[in-house]
């Protein structure tokens, strides 16, 4: 039996569809100034990548394992994190993510957690790399 494409648009928001369906920040990077990765009790994975300037996000790009609902709450994220500073993007929340994309299905709220999650992972990497200030 096919799926019901048509079913699949009437039942998401705009924002769920581009985020679920957008490749364009899908990348890993070598040598990123921050990166996180988790594993969701679903089995999803999600890695971020970031490359910052100044304490500001120039880049935010990732690699998903796993479902569609991940991609969105992992698209929503980098969308979200992009040009904010280091301290901004902490203020990133699973809430936030879910209430962008209007349509994720309850029983995949976990997808915005794990998304979160790895960005949060990503952060405190920045700041475990950030050189230290020399002491007086």
Same mark, same amino acid.
């Given at each position: 039996?096919?799926?019901?494409?048509?079913?699949?648009?009437?039942?998401?928001?705009?924002?769920?569809?581009?985020?679920?369906?957008?490749?364009?920040?899908?990348?890993?990077?070598?040598?990123?100034?921050?990166?996180?990765?988790?594993?969701?009790?679903?089995g999803?994975?999600?890695?971020?990548?970031?490359?910052?300037?100044?304490?500001?996000?120039?880049?935010?790009?990732?690699?998903?394992?796993?479902?569609?609902?991940?991609?969105?709450?992992?698209?929503?994220? =980098?969308?979200? @994190?992009? %040009?904010?500073?280091?301290? #901004?993007a902490?203020e &990133?929340?699973?809430e936030?993510v879910?209430?962008?994309?209007?349509?994720?299905?309850?029983?995949?709220?976990?997808? =915005?957690?794990? @998304?979160? %999650?790895a960005?949060?992972? #990503?952060?405190?990497? &920045?700041?475990?790399n950030?050189?230290?200030?020399?002491?007086?």
């Amino acid at each position: 039996m096919q799926p019901d494409h048509h079913d699949f648009l009437n039942s998401h928001s705009l924002q769920y569809i581009e985020m679920a369906l957008s490749t364009d920040r899908i990348e890993r990077i070598t040598r990123p100034d921050g990166y996180g990765k988790r594993t969701g009790e679903c089995g999803d994975t999600a890695e971020f990548f970031l490359i910052c300037k100044d304490n500001i996000i120039q880049s935010v790009s990732f690699y998903v394992h796993g479902c569609m609902n991940t991609t969105a709450c992992c698209n929503t994220v =980098a969308k979200q @994190a992009m %040009g904010k500073t280091i301290e #901004a993007a902490w203020e &990133i929340t699973p809430e936030e993510v879910i209430r962008f994309l209007g349509t994720l299905p309850e029983d995949h709220f976990h997808c =915005a957690e794990l @998304a979160v %999650g790895a960005f949060y992972l #990503a952060l405190t990497d &920045i700041n475990c790399n950030k050189p230290e200030t020399p002491k007086d």
